[in-house]
């Protein structure tokens, strides 16, 4: 079964270093996004992706994250630097194409980030 | 960015027992899934339903898109343990918009 893969599953670091996580979507998937989840709350949207271009990063704190979907097909989140309240699960999902208006999306395992 | 109202935030129910639970929204969506994520997991996608008015299920889950396009429930028939976890809805409008989730415990 076709599944959404991230690396690292989990990640501790320093405050003021910079960390990257990486999401390999759906083969055939047009649509990535890129969640955030703080502990007791249901995602919020960083950044959307339609192949290689960015849909929506309205919620991107674009002074310290940044995303990239170079080739329309994997993806790579980074912050740099790190602040403690960085710490959650980062998740990426992938749908088949965000035109079509009625999607269904699916998500991967997420990254667990924490900040000391 | 919006969360939709999602209750209850939390069930506590005995082994065999059913679970329903709901989801609003001010606005009207395309699409309501419904996802049920376990402790440092992703969320794992239960129910995707299309159209208003629509009952959907799977296994002991059903789930229905209300006819106003504003809200949605999940009904899980003869809980078991493994049902424990946390549940969420989501309703896809420019973006998806995720429930504040209802969090299951089955006392077996």
């Known amino acids: 079964e076709a599944e959404v893969a991230q690396s690292p599953r989990y990640k501790i670091t320093e405050k003021s270093q910079a960390v990257a996580f990486w999401c390999d979507p759906i083969?055939?998937?047009?649509?990535l996004y890129w969640y955030r989840q703080i502990l007791g709350q249901g995602p919020e949207l960083l950044v959307q992706?339609?192949?290689?271009?960015?849909?929506?990063d309205s919620q991107l704190p674009k002074d310290r994250f940044s995303a990239e979907r170079l080739k329309g097909v994997d993806s790579t989140l980074k912050i740099q630097p790190a602040e403690l309240g960085d710490s959650a699960m980062y998740l990426c999902?992938?749908?088949?194409?965000?035109?079509?208006?009625?999607?269904?999306?699916?998500f991967g395992p997420g990254t667990r980030l924490l900040v000391l | 960015g919006q969360q939709l109202n999602q209750s209850p935030q939390s069930m506590f129910i005995q082994e065999g027992e059913d679970v329903s639970m709901n989801c609003t929204s001010s606005?009207?969506?395309?699409?309501w899934l419904w996802y049920k994520q376990d402790p440092g997991e992703g969320p794992v996608l239960l129910i995707a339903?299309?159209?208003?008015?629509e009952l959907t299920s799977n296994g002991r889950l059903t789930a229905q898109f209300g006819i106003t396009r504003k809200d949605s429930f999940l009904n899980i028939s003869a809980s078991i343990p493994s049902d424990v976890g946390i549940y969420f809805c989501?309703?896809?409008?420019?973006?998806?918009?995720f429930g504040t989730g209802t969090s299951l415990t089955v006392i077996p």
């Open positions: 989501a309703g896809q409008g420019y973006q998806f918009y």
């Open positions: 083969s055939g998937h047009a649509t």
């Open positions: 992706f339609q192949d290689e271009s960015v849909v929506d």
């Open positions: 999902a992938s749908s088949l194409d965000w035109g079509t208006w009625q999607e269904t999306q699916y």
């Open positions: 606005s009207i969506f395309n699409t």
């Open positions: 339903l299309y159209k208003a008015g």
